[in-house]
């Protein structure tokens, strides 16, 4: 089965750092934009970070540009969401979604949130005191 497994979510408090893994299996991550997604209850999801399948490249949302990073290591077929100063607006399931792209030069140094293809069931985020 073609696989994404999201973990490393939990409660933390305001300001403090989480970092989250995405493990696939059953397909090799080296060929695809992964992303970063999340939904708060009672709200849309929206997408939190991209990274191209070269790792050249990656995308934050305004909200949590500067707070987050993103990363790839494609040996542990894993991507990683690091994430910093969280804030309780920062609360919600965390999905991980990942796209293969035609390889060209263009698709493999660029990433955005359109076109996911495989899909994590998500793990839970809690910022509180």
């Known amino acids: 089965q073609l696989q994404l497994v999201e973990s490393g979510g939990g409660l933390v408090q305001p300001g403090g750092s989480l970092t989250l893994s995405c493990t696939a299996s059953g397909f090799l991550l080296d060929y695809y934009r992964i992303s970063w997604f999340r939904q708060a209850p009672g709200k849309e999801r929206e997408g939190v970070s991209c990274i191209s399948v070269s790792g050249l490249t990656t995308n934050y949302a305004d909200s949590v540009k500067g707070r987050f990073t993103i990363s790839r290591d494609n040996p542990k077929n894993t991507v990683y969401l690091q994430m910093n100063r969280l804030k309780p607006e920062d609360t919600a399931v965390y999905y991980c979604?990942?796209?293969?792209?035609?390889?060209?030069?263009?698709?493999?140094?660029?990433?955005?949130?359109?076109?996911?293809?495989?899909w994590g069931k998500g793990t839970p985020v809690t910022v509180s005191s």
């Open positions: 979604a990942a796209t293969e792209p035609a390889m060209t030069m263009g698709t493999i140094s660029s990433c955005d949130f359109s076109g996911m293809d495989y």
